[in-house]
Structures are given as C-alpha cells and as structure tokens.
C-alpha cells in the first residue's frame, strides 16, 4: 500500500440518535459505516471545544518540558505500561515510531501479580504524573469522562443496530473498564529517517475516539486494499472500532488497520486517542446476529501482526503492549519475552 484512495470516510452525527424520528437512520448509516469501513468522522458529539482546545494546549505544555521532566515518569520505571514513551521508544510492527507519548489509565490500585495470578493483571496500577504540571491530569480526567460518555452512548446504538438489546455490551465494562488515553506529540521527520509515526496497527479493544489537533493530517485508513487519508475534519472526533466489535459479530464489523505517517520536517502533530475497553477479566460475547447480517460476517482476522485475536480482552491487550514496549517487558516482567501472553496463572 502506497498512495491514498480518493475516497473519503463518512461523516455521522450522533445528535440524530436523540430524535425518534431519526434515530434509526443514525444506527443504519453507523452499522454500515463500521461494516464497510471500520472508521468514521462522529460530529454531534457533544464535547465542548473549549475542553478540546485545553486538551491540546496542556499536551503542548507537556511535551516543551525538559527532558528530564518527561524522563521522571518513563515508562520503563512503570510496571503497568503507563507514563512517558521517548521519541522512538514504542514499535509497531517490531520497527520504531517516530512519536513520543504519555499513557494515562484508570487511576486504580495494582492487582496481584506472578504466580497464581493472570498475566494481564500488570495492566492495572497507578498512573505517573508529572510534578511540574498539574494541569494534565485535571484536564486528562476530564477529557477521559467527557469519551467515555460517548462511547458508551455509541455502544447502546450499535447494540440496537445490530438487533440486539442495547445494554449486551455492558456487563463486560463492569466497574472497571480498562480504558486508557495516550496524549501524543508526533516530531517532523528527520532528513533520511523513518516516516513511521506509528506503522499500521488495529487496536485491542471495543472502540477508539480520536480528537487531533486541527490541521495536522497523516492518519491512514486501509480501505480496499489502499492507505485512505483521514485527516481532522473541524468539530469531529474519528471513530474506529477495535477488535473486540469483530470478535463480537465474527467479523461483520472489522477491526481496519490504519497507520500516522510523521509530519513533515520543522513541524509536528499532537493527537489523543481515546481507548474504551472493558474490564481485563472480561470475555466479550459473542452476538447472534440477524441472519442477513450474520450472511456477511467472514469470521475474525488475525490482527496486523498476525496473531490470533482473543475475546478474553485481557489477553488480547497485554500482547500488544508486550510487542510495543519491549524496555517495560525487559524491566519488569521478563517471563513475558518469549511472547507467551495467556491468562495463565
């Protein structure tokens, strides 16, 4: 794959769901938009743009820190994944992204771990913050409820979409969805370096709600066996789902993989992507669908890697972060390198 399609992704606009009259225009056109393209632009969202337009600004206070800020809260000192990737830290596809980032997950005690324990247990633990703004975390929190609302409302509409009873997605969440939000900086290229900002991927979860900042393109959609340009569309978020929403309908709605090249030199791109995943513990289900729909459901994939996707989401998400920071793995949980990620315990 190496130039981008003329086409366009679809633009949707939740606030139709809240009127009868056309709520179920809303769920058709999201069923066919998830099923023919995994992505969508959401406007009608409700986010306010002053929350969008803090967000982007603390993100850039974050990242003009000094180095040895950032490198305070590495993720290397961090058993759970969380806290700052350096530029050039993180791999997709066993190559460097050209990206530098801070994760930020639930703010929960670490469960058990080792023995006895399931593997994916080292997701949960608290999150690192830098000292020197605190700021971040106010606004993260905020922006984090304001996603989950949406996603949640997004979920009952697929759900009904795909003729079933809305809340069949919600015992998997639980009281303690293992979200998660990276505010990301992608540096401009260098003269002769990699154009991975981050390389082709789906993600591991239920549903991802992107905001990037305004202007800033170099999101790539597979479509049809070609790279789409998705750049920002003003007001939107971009939707995708992950590969939980394929394993729930056996592949009717895919899990599309997708791409950010870097940005050009002498300029850069800041993004939030949004996780909203259910509990570790959880095993999503696997729906019954209306047998017109179920007639087009060519079973779940293997992810970009290749690998097999699991409905026990808290397998299928330490596998990928085991592949995407191999320094925590080397730092803490050796056990893990062979790549044996299961539930065992």
Do not use: C
């Not at 293992?178 to 390389?199: H, I, S």
């Not at 179920?294 to 409905?311: F, K, L, S």
């Amino acid at each position: 794959m190496s130039a981008s399609t003329s086409a366009s992704l679809p633009v949707l606009d939740l606030s139709l769901a809240d009127d009868p009259a056309t709520a179920e225009e809303f769920r058709a056109a999201l069923r066919q938009a998830t099923h023919e393209h995994g992505f969508f632009y959401l406007v009608g969202h409700g986010a306010s743009r002053e929350l969008s337009e803090r967000l982007i600004s603390v993100a850039r206070e974050f990242f003009a820190l000094p180095e040895a800020a950032k490198l305070a809260i590495e993720n290397t000192h961090n058993p759970h994944f969380r806290g700052y990737t350096r530029v050039g830290g993180e791999l997709t596809q066993g190559k460097v992204d050209w990206r530098e980032q801070i994760d930020v997950g639930p703010e929960r005690p670490a469960l058990p771990s080792g023995p006895g324990h399931p593997d994916y247990n080292v997701l949960q633990g608290p999150n690192p913050w830098p000292a020197e703004l605190p700021e971040l975390r106010e606004v993260v929190t905020a922006w984090n409820e304001t996603m989950a609302a949406i996603a949640d409302r997004l979920l009952r509409e697929w759900a009904r979409s795909l003729g079933q009873v809305e809340d069949v997605f919600e015992p998997t969440f639980g009281d303690a969805p293992a979200t998660l939000t990276k505010v990301v900086r992608y540096p401009g290229r260098e003269e002769g370096g990699t154009d991975q900002g981050v390389g082709w991927h789906s993600d591991p979860g239920v549903l991802t709600l992107l905001f990037v900042e305004p202007g800033r393109a170099g999101l790539q959609v597979e479509h049809e066996g070609e790279p789409l340009d998705a750049p920002p569309l003003d007001g939107a978020l971009i939707v995708n789902i992950g590969e939980m929403l394929e394993w729930a309908t056996d592949g009717y709605l895919r899990a599309t993989r997708h791409r950010v090249l870097a940005p050009e030199p002498g300029t850069d791109r800041i993004s939030v992507p949004y996780f909203h995943n259910p509990a570790l513990d959880a095993v999503f289900p696997k729906l019954v669908l209306p047998a017109e729909l179920a007639a087009q459901a060519p079973g779940v994939a293997t992810d970009a890697d290749n690998e097999a996707i699991h409905g026990a989401y808290g397998v299928n998400a330490l596998k990928s972060r085991v592949r995407a920071h191999p320094n925590v793995v080397e730092a803490h949980h050796p056990h893990l390198l062979d790549g044996a990620v299961s539930a065992r315990r």
